[in-house]
């Protein structure tokens, strides 16, 4: 059975794919670390894998949408705001909001919402802590009462079917939120916490997107429509230029590529390296081929896979974005050796 290549947060925290900002489920093969939550490094896939599951957004689309009063679900099905390969800051908890603490979250139509921090804990040096929107809005920046305050945001809009919103995080809250004091939490706040891991931003995304579906949802869902129907001509022009590429593209032409350049230094450092010569000795090999055939292409991507296997099994480095460089840099290379078929091969290998 072919590994599912799913990134940290799985997705499920703002609705249609279920795939934005958090999760319930665990990550493929226990992977969700605190590195992971901090670099908040989710990505959702391949070449042409990626051409057809990438649909998430950065941290400045998201502040798009927050501040756009006709931002459509679509646009905020996004991934939390993320710096993939960026190295992450670990707070420490002085710099962290205590349990209790309120911050009111600008929507993006101009209103405000509420988040209330029940929990707070360190996991692997990495300062988190727990988000717990409330179904409240407001007009004007007055934090409500504590009832409203500890009411849950139940969500049923779209594809969700009455799941209690909550995320961990391991940044402070952005400056455009507001901080109102702090409320004495009930005991029985504990059952509430979660494991899912986003943003604060997708907290308020999350309660406005919900608002529209219980208020608002013959036109959220008409914009919906709408962006789906842009997304599908971007990828259709994508995969056009991609498919020209891939036409083009030779084994000599990726003999000088610099693979995973992107790469944090600080973080994939010890990896980059080794990583970049499986890739290139692969390349190799099959140049030096008298005649590429199948099998013998097979046999030299099974090498390949086998190689970061063992890479991985001693450092235990490759995740969600380092799996989908590998896998995309190894499909390139097949496609290359006009071999593309067997890219799909490299889920029967892989351990990671």
């Known amino acids: 059975m072919a590994k599912q290549r799913l990134g940290p947060f799985d997705g499920q925290q703002a609705g249609l794919p279920k795939a934005a900002a958090g999760c319930r489920s665990p990550c493929v093969e226990g ?6 939550t901090a670099a908040g490094t989710r990505r959702v896939a391949g070449t042409p894998r990626k051409m057809k599951r990438k649909f998430g957004l950065d941290k400045t689309s998201v502040m798009l949408c927050l501040n756009s009063a006709s931002a459509s679900v679509s646009e ?3 991934s939390p705001p993320t710096h993939p390969m960026s190295k992450p800051r670990k707070y ?11 911050f009111l979250a600008p929507l993006g139509d101009g209103r405000f919402g509420a988040i209330v921090v029940l929990a707070r804990k360190t996991e692997c040096g990495y300062c988190m802590v727990y ?8 007009a004007t920046a007055v934090r409500p009462s504590k009832d409203e305050l500890l009411k849950p945001l139940i969500l049923t809009h779209h594809s969700w079917e009455k799941v209690e919103a909550g995320v961990w995080t391991a940044f402070p809250p952005p400056d455009s939120f507001i901080s109102t004091g702090a409320i004495e939490l ?33 036109r959220l869902l008409l914009e919906d429509a709408e962006h789906a129907k842009q997304e599908a001509e971007e990828r259709r022009q994508q995969a056009a230029k991609h498919a020209e590429m ?15 350049e992107h790469w944090n230094e600080d973080l994939d450092g010890p990896y980059m390296e080794p990583s970049q010569s499986i890739i290139s000795s692969l390349i190799r090999s099959l140049s030096d081929l008298p005649k590429i055939t199948s099998t013998a292409a097979r046999r030299e991507l099974k090498k390949a896979v086998l190689a970061f296997n063992q890479l991985d099994e001693s450092t235990q480095f490759i995740e969600t974005t380092h799996r989908e460089d590998i896998c995309d840099a190894l499909e390139l290379v097949m496609f290359a050796a006009r ?14």
Do not use: Y
Not at 31 to 36: N, Q, Y
Not at 190 to 217: A, P, T
């Open 339 to 352: 071999q593309p078929t067997l890219a799909s091969a490299i889920d029967e290998w892989r351990d990671w």
């Open 31 to 36: 992977k969700h670390t605190a590195r992971e």
């Open 246 to 260: 891939l036409k083009t593209i030779t084994l000599e032409s990726l003999k000088e590529r610099r693979w995973f």
């Open 92 to 102: 420490t908890e002085a710099e962290m909001p205590s349990p209790g603490s309120v």
């Open 131 to 138: 988000l717990a929107p409330s179904p409240w809005i407001g």
């Open 186 to 218: 009930p005991r029985s706040v504990e059952q509430r916490v979660g494991s899912s891991s986003s943003s604060w931003e997708s907290c308020s995304i999350q309660i406005l997107i919900q608002w529209r579906w219980d208020n608002d949802r013959e």
């Open 76 to 78: 905020s099905l996004c």
